[in-house]
């Protein structure tokens, strides 16, 4: 079956503009994450959904970071006014509600010049 | 919260066993997870093991839990070079799903 998907795969961008990272679950999994991995590191937790709303956003690194999944299913992450500090890979996870395995997508390299 | 570390770096020939080790802080962790990254590909979860288990046992993997030092440990069995990858563990503190990861042990399998 289809696994967790993400667009883009790469995006390059400059210094102080906006991105949009997408992430498609699994179907009928209604709990989503979002974690960033620098390169040499694990990935770091950033905001985890159940359903439409955010259960937990205490990794999100500042306020330019925010994200959404108004409809249960697709999420989005937006990122304001990037820092080269931004540049890593963005990982998103789903989970069905009543465990906590996530599977994983492989990824948004995102590169801030 | 909850910190994970593992050694960094692990090489064996092909057809012994792997052992990577993992320690971690938080003895309440409810599971604690064992993921395999292949380069340039996601995270594969492989197996995980409840806190109230010592040992999970999954074809080639062993997965070891001794909660009273804090540390988990994966086996691989007559590793093969496929096996090469990054493996992370990880854990979540009680009452949350957020996974905290380790810093990924690298292993090289010589042929």
């Known amino acids: 079956g289809a696994g967790v998907s993400q667009t883009p795969s790469n995006k390059v961008t400059e210094k102080g503009k906006y991105v949009e990272l997408r992430c498609d679950p699994i179907?009928?999994?209604?709990?989503l994450y979002w974690y960033r991995q620098s390169l040499g590191q694990g990935p770091e937790f950033l905001i985890y959904?159940?359903?439409?709303?955010?259960?937990?956003d205490s990794g999100l690194p500042n306020d330019r970071f925010f994200a959404v999944r108004p409809e249960g299913s697709v999420s989005t992450l937006k990122i304001q006014r990037t820092e080269r500090g931004d540049s890593a890979v963005y990982l998103c996870?789903?989970?069905?509600?009543?465990?906590?395995?996530?599977?994983f997508g492989p990824g948004t390299r995102l590169t801030v010049l | 919260g909850e910190d994970v570390e593992q050694s960094l770096f692990l090489s064996v020939r092909e057809g012994d066993s792997s052992v990577i080790n993992c320690t971690y802080t938080d003895s309440s962790s409810t599971y604690l997870y064992w993921y395999k990254q292949e380069p340039g590909a996601g995270l594969q979860l492989l197996t995980y093991i409840f806190s109230n288990m010592d040992m999970k046992q999954d074809q080639r993997l062993t997965v070891l839990l001794n909660k009273k030092d804090k540390h988990l440990s994966l086996r691989i069995a007559d590793t093969q070079t496929g096996d090469s990858a990054i493996y992370f563990c990880?854990?979540?503190?009680?009452?949350?799903?957020?996974?905290?990861f380790g810093s990924g042990t690298r292993l090289q399998v010589q042929p």
């Open positions: 959904f159940q359903g439409t709303g955010a259960a937990d």
């Open positions: 996870a789903s989970s069905l509600v009543g465990n906590n395995e996530q599977f």
């Open positions: 990880a854990g979540a503190d009680t009452g949350r799903r957020a996974l905290t």
């Open positions: 179907s009928g999994h209604t709990a």
